[in-house]
């Protein structure tokens, strides 16, 4: 049998007021189709974190899960250290 593997993404933490939940948000450039100007187009994703270790502005790495709640299939996995 091979290992399952899961989407493995990366993104910043925007709100932390639910209970186990965070808010994170994708954001990727991309360029108009027709005219070529790019622009920023943002995704968020809520995430399980059982022990609220992400705080609002870290850059966390969360991974795909069964369905956890209406809207929450995805599952905390590390925060990412700040580069200096």
Known sequence: MT???HRL???TVVSTKMQKTAVVRI???VAHPKYGKMFTVS???KIH???AKARVGDLVEFEE???LSKDKRWRYV???PKRS
Do not use: E, S
Request: proline share 14%; charged share 50%.
């Open 3 to 5: 290992p399952r593997t």
């Open 9 to 11: 993404l990366q993104g």
């Open 27 to 29: 954001d990727r450039r």
């Open 43 to 45: 995704k968020k994703f």
């Open 49 to 51: 974190d059982p022990d």
């Open 65 to 67: 899960c069964r369905p």
């Open 78 to 80: 590390r925060t990412v």
